[in-house]
């Protein structure tokens, strides 16, 4: 039990619950009479909801203009196109309408409008930019926290990297979240993103420094997702279930996770990327096989933590029950806990190659070759 020194931060400003985009064409306005609204593929147009959010900007007399068609996993390039399009545009805000794929690209185009830094030198940590234009999002699917977190994650395929950049001029100034909006996700987006938003607790508890305090709201955020989706899973359209997952979403990475700690671990999110680089794989369904793989990797090195956190979750009395708990919840969700469930069994060697060149590693913990392959090993 140790609280370690910390600094606490964070401005954005969050509207959660159902209609709260009724003021959200007021609230840009605020910021900026003409902004860039960016979104992905097809969901929103789909489901209403670009057509609420368009609407409202109307009503508030703001004028937009948009850039739309951003993949999951989001690559530099869109990032590029759009900020180019900004700054052409002479917008004074960007507003994301979409899941984390659309949020974090709007981070990095808003930085990139604001500075004119080429994007991928931000995401690379080579430029830092120092301001930002405002960034409101209104967000449509519960998982990465990234509505109220600095961190934006996006790909290059030219360099074969996928990385995250975090500064605090990232942070949105303001964030609407309304449960209804999440209603439309598919069951297998919906469990990636109840194992992504546990992985995130999961990486800052076995992060340097055990608050006891932290210790327990973490496992709480994990317990409360564990006991929600299985009901959501049954029910996608119940709105009461999309809020506790939503809300348990944003809490488990918005920096209160962190509190009393120097960080988080994050190694498997380096593991996780790296398979989305290569494969296209969805974000979460990467951390369900490689979380219990990490686990039997480290449980020499951190087998009391292992165990306090199986204990907490599952009343598992030993470190094997506790990986085993925790990849079966993953199993009863339906996200993959092996490699081969995705068809990638015969991609070890690649995914070894590609951990051991980009130098995944833990927090104070970096690995070697042999490290490597036993993880992937593991991920079966
Ligand atoms: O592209 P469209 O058609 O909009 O469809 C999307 C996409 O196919 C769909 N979707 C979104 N909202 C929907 C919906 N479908 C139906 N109804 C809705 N309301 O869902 C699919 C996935 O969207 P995406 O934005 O990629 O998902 P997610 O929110 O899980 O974001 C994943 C990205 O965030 C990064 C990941 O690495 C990945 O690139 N992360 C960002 C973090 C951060 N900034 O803090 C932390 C995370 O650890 C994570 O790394
Ligand atoms: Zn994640």
Not at 61 to 77: A, H, R
Not at 142 to 170: F, R, S
Not at 294 to 311: C, F, H, S, V, Y
């Amino acid at each position: 039990m140790e609280i370690k020194t910390f600094t606490a931060y964070n401005p954005t400003r969050l509207h959660f619950g159902k209609g709260v985009v009724e003021t959200f064409g007021e609230t840009v306005k605020n910021y900026s009479n003409k902004v860039l609204l960016v979104y992905g593929r097809e969901s929103v147009k789909k489901y209403g909801i670009y057509a609420e959010v368009a609407n409202e900007l109307t009503k508030a007399g703001v004028e937009w203009v948009e850039y739309g068609g951003i993949k999951p996993n989001p690559v530099i390039e869109d990032v590029r196109k759009a900020a180019a399009f900004g700054m052409e545009s002479k917008v004074g805000a960007v507003v994301a309408l979409g899941g984390g794929s659309v949020i974090d690209s709007s981070k990095i185009i808003a930085a990139a409008i604001a500075t004119g830094i080429e994007p991928w030198d931000i995401v690379s940590w080579k430029n830092h930019p120092a301001g930002s234009l405002p960034l409101i999002c209104v967000l449509t699917l519960a998982a990465t926290g990234t509505e109220m977190n600095a961190a934006a994650v996006v790909q290059n395929p030219k360099t074969k990297e996928k990385l995250g950049y975090v500064n605090p001029v990232l942070f949105p100034r303001e964030s609407f979240l309304d449960p209804q909006y999440t209603t439309t996700v598919s069951a297998d987006y919906t469990a990636y993103g109840v194992v992504d938003l546990i992985a995130h607790a999961l990486e800052a508890f076995f992060g340097e420094g055990e608050p006891s305090v932290i210790d327990k709201i973490t496992l709480s955020i994990i317990k409360d997702a564990m006991e929600q989706a299985p009901k959501l899973l049954a029910d996608l359209t119940n709105y009461k279930l999309r809020a506790a997952i939503m809300l348990d979403a944003t809490l488990a990475l918005n920096g209160l996770t962190s509190y009393g700690k120097t960080g988080g671990d994050w190694g498997v999110h380096g593991i996780g990327h790296e398979i989305s680089l290569l494969f296209d794989t969805p974000h979460g369904a990467t951390l369900s096989i490689a979380y219990p793989a990490w686990l039997e990797l480290q449980k020499d090195r951190i087998p009391e933590r292992i165990l306090t956190m199986g204990k907490g979750l599952f009343n598992a009395k030993t470190v094997e029950e506790s990986i085993l708990k925790l990849k079966e919840f993953f199993r009863s969700v339906k996200s993959p806990v092996t490699l081969t469930e995705i068809g990638l069994e015969d991609k070890a060697p690649q995914i070894v190659e590609q951990l051991l060149r980009n130098k995944v590693s833990g927090m104070h913990h970096s690995l070697s070759a042999a490290d490597y392959k036993k993880v992937v090993e593991y991920m079966g």
